[in-house]
């Protein structure tokens, strides 16, 4: 899966930051700072905040993180910030209208980045990732997440609960 060419540890990360530049920057113990660093989550939605790869401009590997605690806070911070831009991810949080028409269902919804109205095929285009949590894939390509059906109104969860 990667191509990790040295030994190094998460306890080998001094910090990470950011240059004047805003570049990310990873200060590894001995070692020049590897300036444009990268940050990658090997689990995006079902372990976000484990199994985060450190990689250099060129992509290769430094080190992987089990977890983002292995980190000071300050660096923490930084690549919880770095991973945030990563994805657009918008969560939805209520359900204001749904149709399906044609083997494609239309559902509108509000999101924590706003309204959105979204499209997908059927089960396939849904990832249950647990009980109550599920990641919907549209026709374009966007993923959009349901952090928590049972966090719904009454009337969303009728609309969505099919699909659990």
Known sequence: MTDTPTNLTAKMID???RNSAGKLVVHIAGQEPVVGARLARYFPWSL??????VRDADNH???MLRELDELDDASRSIAEHELADKIFNPKITRITAHKREFGVTTINAITDRG???FQFHGRDD??????TRALFR???GNS???PDIDQLDAVS???IARYF
């Open 157 to 159: 969860r009728k609309y």
């Open 15 to 17: 910090r990470i930051d």
């Open 61 to 63: 590997e430094l080190v």
């Open 115 to 117: 309204p959105v109205e």
């Open 144 to 146: 959009l997440e349901l």
């Open 48 to 53: 976000p905040d484990a199994y985060i790869s």
């Open 126 to 131: 849904i990832r249950i990732l647990s009980p």
């Open 138 to 140: 549209d026709v374009d």
